[in-house]
């Protein structure tokens, strides 16, 4: 990475013996920012710590002839010096009376978006988000830069504060050939967006903090006119995002639906629930957790959708080290087989596994998740409409292109699950790549899988399934091992003898070294001793969340097994079949 921050320029507006110290401060090269307040100690700030610069009070003549040597404060209370990204941000007291300053360092740093380089070339909207000080403004103005320069695209950069392109009417050569639009005052710069976009025909429209409802407002304006945005907004995660009403468009804005009786039940949740208003403005989202570690949500409607439903969603974290070298690693979901909760599991991306997994290592790792091919030659709002009612996100097969089976059957298969838990399915689908769709429409499915007490109980659903000639396939309880089972059952594919390491990760709650070990240890058990041998085995205590885990692992070999002995030696017995 090349920095190049003019740091002798603002330490020239800071008194004289000020300046002396921070000219000769070893940690002059990582100083943030410079702190004046009256009466106060003068305080430097580096960025894993803070020092005073002189044992005397900053006087109100200091503040005042600092004030004289940069530029006017406008509405924001910012200033700046001229040719510099430097920003000088005041206190005022109730008169209107400047009394502290905050002299903040600007660096241009070429080469801070090498880790998200590749999306910002795919022309998607990208949103970043990030507490102050992690790198936003400095990653945008070198997206600016790479779009204009590199990808010779028109770039306009709706400069509120200065602080992108710096002070003055000259925009700083950090931003290579794209234009700024400076703002008189922060309350137009939602004016000033739609301004560029009517009258300096952008490609590309880069915002610093979005921070208000009219803002918000007019970079959907400017995203359905079809020009890609760069934007900041207040906010460490989506979270944040779908928590606060004024900037809740930004990632498609939730609105409250109420569902029938049977959907609710369908999906095992209570009859008003939260849902996607519109697709969102961003389609990509950057966490700017570290300024060397960032978490990509490389869909946001995906996301949303997720968070929405009380899911985990599975972003890549991308890290940058000392050498330069990217390191992407995928936070994968990963389902308790009967309560269906979430846990995570780190994949790091792109080294190779090795064919025999984890039972060599010892260690269980989790599978990549696959890319997912999006259907073409449809608009992006045809498609998140297809993804929210439709529901056929789990393992995106097309239905145009559908293929005869081994067993001569039209794949993939178009199932409608009736009382079985959806989350639970999709994983079981994604996880073991099984060629088969879910759908909410019976009219296009091939297959009906429902809990068998739910069918009892439910004359409708089976006379809707006859008039259609749907077979209805039945399963005990909702359950990964149940549902693993009917998905074979319905695919006429045999249960192996042995569980691969893609389907013991199905029973994986969280990843912990203690439950790899209670599995490891339960799967050689059957497999070495009580299939082969025909003998009773007793595996070593364990907590009981992890006999859960190990009883769901058994019961996936059709074997039985019981927990006996007293806390905390209670401990699994697995029986010959």
């Known amino acids: 990475m090349t920095i190049t921050d003019d740091l002798q320029k603002l330490l020239d507006i800071l008194p004289q013996d000020l300046r002396q110290v921070l000219e000769s401060h070893p940690k002059q090269d990582s100083l943030v920012e410079v702190v004046l307040d009256l009466g106060r100690r003068p305080e430097a700030r580096f960025p894993n710590q803070a020092e005073y610069l002189s044992e005397v009070p900053v006087t109100q003549e200091q503040i005042d002839d ?3 040597r940069v530029g006017i404060f406008g509405g924001d209370n910012r200033a700046g010096i001229e040719q510099t990204l430097h920003r000088i941000s005041a206190i005022r007291n109730r008169t209107g009376k400047i009394i502290g300053l905050t002299c903040r360092v600007g660096r241009a740093v070429f080469g801070t978006i090498g880790m998200i380089r590749d999306l910002v070339e795919t022309g998607k909207s990208i949103l970043m988000l990030g507490r102050p000080g992690v790198g936003k403004t400095t990653a945008l103005r070198e997206i600016a830069r790479v779009l204009a320069d590199d990808l010779l695209k028109r770039v306009v950069i709706i400069d509120t504060s200065n602080e992108i392109a710096g002070d003055g009417d000259v925009a700083h050569p950090a931003i290579g050939r794209a234009r700024r639009m400076q703002v008189a005052h922060p309350d137009q710069q939602h004016q000033v967006m739609i301004e560029a976009v009517e009258n300096h025909m952008p490609e590309v429209i880069i915002i610093d903090e979005i921070g208000t409802e009219l803002e918000a407002l007019a970079a959907r304006t400017i995203a ?14 989506i979270e944040n ?66 968070l929405l439903r009380g899911r985990q969603p599975t972003p890549q974290t991308r890290t940058v080290d000392e050498q330069g070298k990217i390191g992407v690693t995928r936070q994968l979901a990963v389902v308790n087989g009967r309560s269906g909760q979430l846990g995570t599991l780190e994949e790091s991306f792109p080294p190779a596994r090795p064919s025999n997994g984890w039972r060599s290592s010892g260690q269980m790792v989790a599978l990549p998740q696959l890319p997912v091919e999006r259907v073409t030659g449809r608009s992006e709002f045809d498609r998140l ?18 293929q005869p089976g081994p067993n001569g ?38 297959a009906i899988l429902a809990l ?15 008039a259609r000639h749907v077979p209805i396939h039945m399963i005990k309880s909702s359950t990964i091992p149940q549902i693993t089972r009917g998905l074979r059952r319905l695919l006429n594919i045999d249960d192996p003898e042995m569980a691969d390491d893609r389907e013991l990760q ?26 082969p041998k025909g003998q009773p085995v007793e595996l070593l205590p364990r907590s009981p969340q992890v006999r859960k885990m190990q009883h769901e692992l058994v019961e996936h070999y059709r074997l039985k097994s019981h927990s006996f002995g007293e806390e905390p030696n209670r401990r699994l017995r697995i029986y010959p079949a």
């Open 452 to 466: 068998r007490s739910h069918v009892k109980n439910h004359a409708k659903l089976r006379q809707v399934a006859k």
């Open 241 to 306: 995002l779908i928590k606060n009403p004024t900037l809740a468009d930004l990632v498609g804005g939730i609105q409250a639906v109420t569902l029938g009786d049977d959907e609710a039940r369908r999906r095992g949740s209570q009859k008003t629930v939260l849902e996607r208003k519109a697709p969102p403005t961003f389609e990509i989202a950057v966490e700017m957790l570290e300024r060397q570690r960032w978490t990509v949500h490389e869909s946001v409607a995906d996301t949303v959708d997720n």
């Open 409 to 446: 059957e039209d794949l993939p298969l178009h199932v409608y699950p009736y009382g079985v838990s959806r989350h639970q399915l999709e994983q079981v689908i994604s996880v073991l790549t099984l060629p088969v769709v879910l759908t909410k429409d019976i009219d296009s499915a091939d």
């Open 66 to 68: 600092c004030i004289q």
């Open 506 to 531: 199905l029973f994986l709650h969280n990843g912990s070294d203690d439950e790899m070990d209670a599995l490891e240890e339960a799967r050689l058990a059957v497999e070495q001793i009580v299939i």
């Open 385 to 402: 409409l297809d993804e929210s009612f439709n529901y056929s996100e789990s393992i995106d097969f097309d239905a145009a292109t559908r």
């Open 224 to 237: 359905e006119r079809g020009v890609q945005l760069v934007g900041t907004a207040h906010g460490n995660q």
